[in-house]
Protein backbone atom coordinates (compact mmCIF):
# COMPACT_ATOMS: atom_id res chain seq x y z
CA UNK A 1 0.00 0.00 0.00
CA UNK A 2 1.28 3.45 -0.88
CA UNK A 3 0.43 6.55 0.21
CA UNK A 4 0.01 9.14 -1.98
CA UNK A 5 -0.47 12.88 -1.57
CA UNK A 6 -2.07 14.47 -4.64
CA UNK A 7 -1.84 18.27 -4.59
CA UNK A 8 -4.92 19.95 -6.44
CA UNK A 9 -7.03 17.25 -6.89
CA UNK A 10 -10.01 19.23 -6.78
CA UNK A 11 -8.78 20.61 -10.27
CA UNK A 12 -9.93 19.10 -13.49
CA UNK A 13 -7.29 17.11 -14.07
CA UNK A 14 -6.71 16.11 -10.66
CA UNK A 15 -10.08 14.85 -10.53
CA UNK A 16 -10.15 13.00 -13.12
CA UNK A 17 -6.87 11.66 -11.87
CA UNK A 18 -8.34 10.82 -8.50
CA UNK A 19 -11.39 9.45 -10.17
CA UNK A 20 -9.39 6.91 -12.28
CA UNK A 21 -7.04 5.48 -9.67
CA UNK A 22 -9.27 4.70 -6.87
CA UNK A 23 -12.24 2.87 -9.81
CA UNK A 24 -9.13 1.08 -11.03
CA UNK A 25 -6.95 -0.15 -8.11
CA UNK A 26 -6.68 -0.56 -3.94
CA UNK A 27 -2.73 -0.26 -3.48
CA UNK A 28 -2.75 3.54 -2.88
CA UNK A 29 -4.23 5.88 -0.20
CA UNK A 30 -4.87 9.08 -1.46
CA UNK A 31 -4.62 12.38 0.47
CA UNK A 32 -6.20 14.91 -1.76
CA UNK A 33 -4.82 18.48 -0.94
CA UNK A 34 -7.09 21.89 -1.98
CA UNK A 35 -7.56 24.92 -1.45
CA UNK A 36 -10.47 24.68 -3.17
CA UNK A 37 -9.91 28.25 -5.05
CA UNK A 38 -12.33 29.68 -7.84
CA UNK A 39 -11.14 26.49 -10.08
CA UNK A 40 -11.63 23.42 -7.04
CA UNK A 41 -15.03 21.66 -6.79
CA UNK A 42 -15.42 18.84 -4.70
CA UNK A 43 -18.48 17.73 -7.14
CA UNK A 44 -16.01 16.38 -9.52
CA UNK A 45 -15.53 13.60 -6.38
CA UNK A 46 -18.74 13.05 -5.94
CA UNK A 47 -19.34 9.34 -4.24
CA UNK A 48 -15.51 8.95 -3.41
CA UNK A 49 -15.96 10.69 -0.40
CA UNK A 50 -16.78 7.38 1.22
CA UNK A 51 -13.78 5.64 -0.15
CA UNK A 52 -11.60 4.10 2.70
CA UNK A 53 -8.62 4.71 0.44
CA UNK A 54 -9.12 8.48 0.06
CA UNK A 55 -9.45 11.79 2.85
CA UNK A 56 -9.64 15.21 1.44
CA UNK A 57 -7.54 18.18 3.20
CA UNK A 58 -8.73 21.67 2.50
CA UNK A 59 -5.63 23.48 2.39
CA UNK A 60 -2.96 25.48 0.65
CA UNK A 61 0.63 24.16 -0.50
CA UNK A 62 2.31 27.12 1.25
CA UNK A 63 1.14 26.60 4.81
CA UNK A 64 4.79 25.11 5.46
CA UNK A 65 3.05 24.19 9.17
CA UNK A 66 0.29 21.85 7.89
CA UNK A 67 2.37 20.63 5.25
CA UNK A 68 4.53 19.55 7.94
CA UNK A 69 1.33 18.03 10.01
CA UNK A 70 0.33 16.05 6.99
CA UNK A 71 3.65 14.30 6.31
CA UNK A 72 4.05 13.71 9.64
CA UNK A 73 0.62 11.83 9.96
CA UNK A 74 0.52 10.13 7.03
CA UNK A 75 4.16 9.83 6.15
CA UNK A 76 3.87 9.61 2.09
CA UNK A 77 5.62 7.44 0.17
CA UNK A 78 4.90 9.30 -3.24
CA UNK A 79 3.67 12.90 -3.69
CA UNK A 80 2.03 14.29 -6.83
CA UNK A 81 1.68 18.26 -7.41
CA UNK A 82 -0.87 19.06 -9.78
CA UNK A 83 -2.14 22.35 -7.45
CA UNK A 84 -1.65 25.18 -9.37
CA UNK A 85 -3.33 28.60 -10.51
CA UNK A 86 -3.37 27.50 -14.33
CA UNK A 87 -5.26 29.82 -16.54
CA UNK A 88 -3.02 32.26 -18.63
CA UNK A 89 -5.53 35.24 -19.24
CA UNK A 90 -6.06 35.31 -15.38
CA UNK A 91 -1.82 35.34 -15.03
CA UNK A 92 -2.00 37.90 -17.53
CA UNK A 93 -4.64 40.31 -15.54
CA UNK A 94 -2.92 39.69 -12.05
CA UNK A 95 0.51 37.35 -11.63
CA UNK A 96 0.84 37.54 -7.86
CA UNK A 97 -0.97 34.29 -6.92
CA UNK A 98 0.42 32.40 -9.35
CA UNK A 99 4.15 33.06 -8.57
CA UNK A 100 2.39 32.17 -5.17
CA UNK A 101 1.07 29.12 -5.47
CA UNK A 102 2.99 27.56 -8.41
CA UNK A 103 6.16 28.83 -7.34
CA UNK A 104 6.43 29.05 -3.56
CA UNK A 105 4.15 25.96 -3.06
CA UNK A 106 6.23 23.95 -4.93
CA UNK A 107 9.27 25.11 -2.87
CA UNK A 108 7.38 24.56 0.52
CA UNK A 109 6.16 20.62 -1.07
CA UNK A 110 10.44 20.13 -2.37
CA UNK A 111 11.87 21.22 1.37
CA UNK A 112 9.14 19.22 2.89
CA UNK A 113 9.29 15.99 0.58
CA UNK A 114 13.22 16.09 1.18
CA UNK A 115 12.95 16.54 4.87
CA UNK A 116 10.59 13.64 5.00
CA UNK A 117 12.48 11.63 2.42
CA UNK A 118 9.70 10.64 0.20
CA UNK A 119 9.81 7.46 -2.32
CA UNK A 120 8.84 9.58 -5.51
CA UNK A 121 8.05 13.36 -5.80
CA UNK A 122 6.43 13.98 -9.25
CA UNK A 123 6.05 17.85 -10.36
CA UNK A 124 3.06 18.12 -13.27
CA UNK A 125 4.89 20.88 -15.54
CA UNK A 126 3.58 21.98 -18.58
CA UNK A 127 4.64 22.20 -22.39
CA UNK A 128 4.13 25.67 -22.07
CA UNK A 129 7.63 25.81 -20.61
CA UNK A 130 9.08 25.70 -24.07
CA UNK A 131 7.67 29.04 -25.07
CA UNK A 132 6.38 28.84 -28.58
CA UNK A 133 6.91 27.00 -31.96
CA UNK A 134 7.02 28.05 -35.53
CA UNK A 135 5.26 26.05 -38.09
CA UNK A 136 7.45 23.26 -38.08
CA UNK A 137 9.20 21.06 -35.32
CA UNK A 138 8.25 19.64 -31.97
CA UNK A 139 9.27 20.06 -28.23
CA UNK A 140 11.55 18.05 -26.98
CA UNK A 141 12.61 17.29 -23.57
CA UNK A 142 16.08 19.04 -24.34
CA UNK A 143 13.80 22.23 -25.90
CA UNK A 144 15.27 25.32 -24.04
CA UNK A 145 12.55 26.24 -21.64
CA UNK A 146 11.41 30.11 -22.59
CA UNK A 147 8.19 30.58 -20.94
CA UNK A 148 6.54 33.30 -22.31
CA UNK A 149 3.38 34.36 -19.98
CA UNK A 150 3.48 34.75 -16.14
CA UNK A 151 1.74 31.77 -16.08
CA UNK A 152 4.33 29.74 -17.84
CA UNK A 153 6.98 31.41 -16.44
CA UNK A 154 5.82 30.24 -12.85
CA UNK A 155 5.33 26.73 -13.75
CA UNK A 156 8.97 26.93 -15.29
CA UNK A 157 10.44 27.44 -12.14
CA UNK A 158 8.64 25.27 -10.36
CA UNK A 159 9.58 22.56 -12.93
CA UNK A 160 13.31 23.76 -12.53
CA UNK A 161 13.17 23.80 -8.67
CA UNK A 162 11.69 19.93 -9.26
CA UNK A 163 14.55 19.45 -11.19
CA UNK A 164 17.29 20.94 -8.80
CA UNK A 165 15.82 19.85 -6.00
CA UNK A 166 17.00 16.10 -7.85
CA UNK A 167 20.51 17.48 -8.85
CA UNK A 168 21.29 19.32 -5.43
CA UNK A 169 19.90 16.89 -2.51
CA UNK A 170 18.70 13.41 -4.84
CA UNK A 171 15.39 13.65 -4.30
CA UNK A 172 13.63 11.28 -6.09
CA UNK A 173 12.01 14.22 -8.57
CA UNK A 174 10.26 13.49 -11.64
CA UNK A 175 8.65 15.93 -13.85
CA UNK A 176 6.19 15.62 -17.01
CA UNK A 177 5.21 18.13 -19.27
CA UNK A 178 2.32 17.88 -21.33
CA UNK A 179 0.34 19.46 -23.50
CA UNK A 180 -3.13 21.05 -23.81
CA UNK A 181 -6.07 18.91 -21.87
CA UNK A 182 -9.55 18.12 -22.67
CA UNK A 183 -12.10 16.03 -20.99
CA UNK A 184 -15.05 15.89 -18.37
CA UNK A 185 -14.97 18.76 -15.25
CA UNK A 186 -12.98 20.99 -17.08
CA UNK A 187 -13.57 24.64 -15.60
CA UNK A 188 -15.20 26.69 -18.31
CA UNK A 189 -12.67 29.44 -18.72
CA UNK A 190 -10.56 27.02 -20.92
CA UNK A 191 -11.07 26.90 -24.89
CA UNK A 192 -12.93 24.10 -24.90
CA UNK A 193 -16.00 23.77 -21.93
CA UNK A 194 -16.21 27.74 -22.98
CA UNK A 195 -16.89 27.11 -26.06
CA UNK A 196 -19.62 24.07 -25.48
CA UNK A 197 -21.29 26.73 -22.99
CA UNK A 198 -21.53 29.50 -25.10
CA UNK A 199 -22.87 27.90 -28.37
CA UNK A 200 -25.38 25.80 -25.87
CA UNK A 201 -26.45 29.51 -24.64
CA UNK A 202 -26.54 30.93 -27.97
CA UNK A 203 -23.31 33.46 -26.74
CA UNK A 204 -21.03 34.56 -29.04
CA UNK A 205 -17.56 32.25 -29.07
CA UNK A 206 -14.60 34.55 -28.68
CA UNK A 207 -11.55 33.38 -30.38
CA UNK A 208 -8.19 35.59 -29.86
CA UNK A 209 -6.51 37.15 -32.94
CA UNK A 210 -7.04 35.25 -36.13
CA UNK A 211 -7.76 31.57 -34.50
CA UNK A 212 -4.94 29.96 -36.19
CA UNK A 213 -3.07 29.69 -32.97
CA UNK A 214 -2.13 25.75 -32.24
CA UNK A 215 -2.67 23.96 -29.75
CA UNK A 216 -1.67 20.01 -29.38
CA UNK A 217 -4.70 18.28 -27.61
CA UNK A 218 -5.17 15.10 -25.12
CA UNK A 219 -7.86 13.20 -23.76
CA UNK A 220 -7.17 14.03 -19.98
CA UNK A 221 -7.66 10.00 -19.29
CA UNK A 222 -4.67 9.74 -21.40
CA UNK A 223 -2.33 12.07 -19.62
CA UNK A 224 -3.70 10.72 -16.09
CA UNK A 225 -2.45 7.17 -17.52
CA UNK A 226 0.70 8.47 -18.56
CA UNK A 227 1.68 10.37 -14.82
CA UNK A 228 0.42 7.35 -13.35
CA UNK A 229 3.55 5.35 -15.38
CA UNK A 230 6.36 7.99 -15.01
CA UNK A 231 5.16 8.35 -11.24
CA UNK A 232 5.92 4.37 -10.67
CA UNK A 233 8.46 3.63 -13.54
CA UNK A 234 9.75 6.88 -14.98
CA UNK A 235 13.76 7.16 -14.19
CA UNK A 236 14.32 9.66 -11.64
CA UNK A 237 15.59 13.26 -12.36
CA UNK A 238 14.36 12.88 -16.01
CA UNK A 239 11.56 14.89 -17.71
CA UNK A 240 8.99 13.20 -20.06
CA UNK A 241 7.06 15.14 -22.56
CA UNK A 242 3.33 13.86 -22.64
CA UNK A 243 1.37 14.63 -25.83
CA UNK A 244 -1.32 12.73 -28.39
CA UNK A 245 -0.33 14.17 -32.31
CA UNK A 246 -3.23 16.00 -32.34
CA UNK A 247 -2.89 19.15 -33.53
CA UNK A 248 -5.77 22.00 -33.85
CA UNK A 249 -6.07 25.69 -34.65
CA UNK A 250 -8.54 27.02 -32.48
CA UNK A 251 -10.71 27.85 -35.60
CA UNK A 252 -11.01 23.52 -36.24
CA UNK A 253 -11.64 22.95 -32.56
CA UNK A 254 -14.73 26.01 -32.62
CA UNK A 255 -16.62 24.92 -35.86
CA UNK A 256 -15.54 21.38 -34.66
CA UNK A 257 -17.88 22.31 -31.34
CA UNK A 258 -20.40 24.53 -33.35
CA UNK A 259 -21.01 21.39 -35.77
CA UNK A 260 -21.32 18.48 -33.42
CA UNK A 261 -23.76 21.09 -31.25
CA UNK A 262 -25.95 21.90 -34.40
CA UNK A 263 -25.09 25.60 -34.11
CA UNK A 264 -24.29 28.10 -36.60
CA UNK A 265 -21.11 29.02 -37.21
CA UNK A 266 -22.63 32.74 -37.03
CA UNK A 267 -21.90 32.30 -33.38
CA UNK A 268 -18.26 32.50 -33.89
CA UNK A 269 -16.94 36.05 -32.98
CA UNK A 270 -12.90 37.26 -33.55
CA UNK A 271 -11.60 39.47 -30.79
CA UNK A 272 -8.36 41.14 -29.69
CA UNK A 273 -5.90 38.42 -29.15
CA UNK A 274 -4.45 37.26 -26.34
CA UNK A 275 -1.19 39.69 -24.95
CA UNK A 276 2.11 37.76 -25.79
CA UNK A 277 0.01 34.94 -27.19
CA UNK A 278 1.97 31.62 -27.79
CA UNK A 279 1.38 30.71 -31.55
CA UNK A 280 1.89 26.74 -31.77
CA UNK A 281 2.61 23.84 -29.37
CA UNK A 282 3.11 20.83 -30.37
CA UNK A 283 5.05 17.49 -28.30
CA UNK A 284 7.41 15.05 -29.48
CA UNK A 285 6.48 12.39 -26.85
CA UNK A 286 8.91 9.49 -28.05
CA UNK A 287 10.31 9.31 -25.04
CA UNK A 288 7.24 7.81 -22.85
CA UNK A 289 6.57 5.77 -25.70
CA UNK A 290 9.53 4.15 -25.97
CA UNK A 291 10.93 3.79 -21.93
CA UNK A 292 7.60 3.74 -20.29
CA UNK A 293 5.32 2.02 -23.22
CA UNK A 294 2.60 4.59 -22.50
CA UNK A 295 0.55 5.63 -25.73
CA UNK A 296 -2.67 7.48 -25.75
CA UNK A 297 -5.53 5.17 -25.56
CA UNK A 298 -8.09 7.90 -27.44
CA UNK A 299 -8.60 8.77 -30.73
CA UNK A 300 -9.20 12.73 -30.59
CA UNK A 301 -12.92 12.69 -32.60
CA UNK A 302 -14.35 10.16 -30.27
CA UNK A 303 -12.93 11.43 -27.04
CA UNK A 304 -14.26 15.29 -28.04
CA UNK A 305 -17.65 13.70 -28.43
CA UNK A 306 -17.67 12.37 -25.33
CA UNK A 307 -16.27 15.27 -23.79
CA UNK A 308 -19.11 17.50 -25.57
CA UNK A 309 -21.64 14.98 -24.31
CA UNK A 310 -20.38 15.07 -20.88
CA UNK A 311 -20.89 19.14 -21.09
CA UNK A 312 -24.72 18.06 -22.27
CA UNK A 313 -25.43 15.82 -20.09
CA UNK A 314 -23.73 17.75 -17.22
CA UNK A 315 -25.56 21.69 -16.99
CA UNK A 316 -26.02 21.31 -13.65
CA UNK A 317 -22.22 21.37 -13.07
CA UNK A 318 -21.67 24.29 -14.96
CA UNK A 319 -24.49 26.35 -14.75
CA UNK A 320 -23.66 26.61 -10.61
CA UNK A 321 -20.62 27.54 -12.01
CA UNK A 322 -21.19 30.10 -14.36
CA UNK A 323 -24.18 31.57 -12.36
CA UNK A 324 -22.15 32.22 -9.13
CA UNK A 325 -19.13 34.08 -8.30
CA UNK A 326 -17.58 33.25 -11.45
CA UNK A 327 -20.17 35.01 -13.12
CA UNK A 328 -18.96 38.68 -13.10
CA UNK A 329 -14.98 37.15 -14.51
CA UNK A 330 -16.71 34.99 -16.76
CA UNK A 331 -19.25 37.89 -17.87
CA UNK A 332 -16.60 40.48 -17.90
CA UNK A 333 -13.66 38.74 -20.27
CA UNK A 334 -15.41 37.03 -22.43
CA UNK A 335 -19.08 38.00 -22.98
CA UNK A 336 -18.55 41.29 -23.46
CA UNK A 337 -15.62 41.53 -25.63
P1 LIG B 1 -7.32 23.62 -12.43
O1 LIG B 1 -7.19 25.11 -12.38
O2 LIG B 1 -8.55 23.02 -12.98
O3 LIG B 1 -7.12 23.02 -10.97
C1 LIG B 1 -6.13 23.46 -10.10
C2 LIG B 1 -6.45 22.96 -8.70
O4 LIG B 1 -5.40 23.37 -7.81
C3 LIG B 1 -7.76 23.53 -8.13
O5 LIG B 1 -8.51 22.51 -7.52
C4 LIG B 1 -7.28 24.55 -7.11
O6 LIG B 1 -8.20 24.72 -6.03
C5 LIG B 1 -5.98 23.93 -6.64
N1 LIG B 1 -5.02 24.91 -6.09
C6 LIG B 1 -4.62 26.08 -6.67
N2 LIG B 1 -3.73 26.71 -5.87
C7 LIG B 1 -3.58 25.92 -4.78
C8 LIG B 1 -2.79 26.04 -3.61
N3 LIG B 1 -2.02 27.10 -3.39
N4 LIG B 1 -2.85 25.04 -2.69
C9 LIG B 1 -3.66 23.96 -2.89
N5 LIG B 1 -4.43 23.81 -3.97
C10 LIG B 1 -4.39 24.78 -4.91
O7 LIG B 1 -6.02 23.13 -13.22
P2 LIG B 1 -5.82 21.86 -14.16
O8 LIG B 1 -6.14 22.22 -15.54
O9 LIG B 1 -6.47 20.68 -13.54
O10 LIG B 1 -4.23 21.71 -14.07
C11 LIG B 1 -3.63 20.90 -13.08
C12 LIG B 1 -2.13 20.94 -13.25
O11 LIG B 1 -1.77 20.48 -14.53
C13 LIG B 1 -1.54 22.34 -13.13
O12 LIG B 1 -0.31 22.24 -12.44
C14 LIG B 1 -1.31 22.76 -14.57
O13 LIG B 1 -0.25 23.69 -14.67
C15 LIG B 1 -0.96 21.44 -15.20
N6 LIG B 1 -1.27 21.29 -16.64
C16 LIG B 1 -2.51 21.59 -17.11
C17 LIG B 1 -2.80 21.36 -18.46
C18 LIG B 1 -4.18 21.66 -19.02
O14 LIG B 1 -4.36 21.56 -20.23
N7 LIG B 1 -5.17 21.99 -18.21
C19 LIG B 1 -1.81 20.86 -19.31
C20 LIG B 1 -0.53 20.58 -18.79
C21 LIG B 1 -0.28 20.79 -17.45
O1 LIG C 1 -0.44 23.61 -23.06
C1 LIG C 1 -0.80 23.29 -21.75
C2 LIG C 1 -1.58 24.44 -21.15
O2 LIG C 1 -2.83 24.47 -21.80
C3 LIG C 1 -1.74 24.33 -19.65
O3 LIG C 1 -0.47 24.42 -19.04
C4 LIG C 1 -2.66 25.43 -19.11
O4 LIG C 1 -2.90 25.23 -17.72
C5 LIG C 1 -3.98 25.36 -19.85
O5 LIG C 1 -4.81 26.42 -19.43
C6 LIG C 1 -3.76 25.45 -21.37
O6 LIG C 1 -3.27 26.77 -21.74
P1 LIG C 1 -3.81 27.51 -23.07
O7 LIG C 1 -3.61 28.95 -22.91
O8 LIG C 1 -3.30 26.84 -24.28
O9 LIG C 1 -5.38 27.12 -22.94
P2 LIG C 1 -6.73 27.97 -23.16
O10 LIG C 1 -7.86 26.98 -23.09
O11 LIG C 1 -6.80 29.16 -22.29
O12 LIG C 1 -6.59 28.47 -24.66
C7 LIG C 1 -6.40 27.57 -25.72
C8 LIG C 1 -6.28 28.39 -27.00
O13 LIG C 1 -7.53 29.00 -27.28
C9 LIG C 1 -5.27 29.53 -26.91
O14 LIG C 1 -4.63 29.69 -28.18
C10 LIG C 1 -6.13 30.75 -26.61
C11 LIG C 1 -7.43 30.43 -27.35
N1 LIG C 1 -8.66 30.98 -26.75
C12 LIG C 1 -8.91 30.72 -25.45
C13 LIG C 1 -10.04 31.21 -24.85
C14 LIG C 1 -10.34 30.94 -23.39
C15 LIG C 1 -9.54 31.71 -27.53
O15 LIG C 1 -9.33 31.92 -28.73
N2 LIG C 1 -10.68 32.19 -26.94
C16 LIG C 1 -10.98 31.98 -25.62
O16 LIG C 1 -12.02 32.46 -25.14
Known amino acids: MKT??????????????????????????????????????????????????????????????????LFTKYSFNYVINFAAESHVDRSILGSEVFFQSNVIGTNVLLE?????????????????????????????????????????SSKAAADLMALSFHHTYGLPVLVTRCSNNYGSYQFPEKLIPLMIINAL?????????????????????????????VLENGRIGEVYNIGAEQEMTNIQIVKLILKHLGKS?????????????????????AKIKTELNWKPEFVFEEAIERTIDWYLQNKEWWERIISGEYAKYYAEQYLTR
Not at 9 to 20: E, K, M, Q, R, V
Not at 137 to 148: H, Q
Open 112 to 152: AARRFEVERFLQISTDEVYGSLGAEGLFTETTPIAPNSPYS
Open 201 to 229: NDKKLPIYGDGLNVRDWIYVIDHNRAVEK
Open 4 to 69: VLVTGGAGFIGSNFINHILSERDDWFIVNLDKLTYAGNLENLKGIEENKNYAFVKGDIINGELIDF
Open 265 to 285: EDLIEFVKDRLGHDRRYAIDA
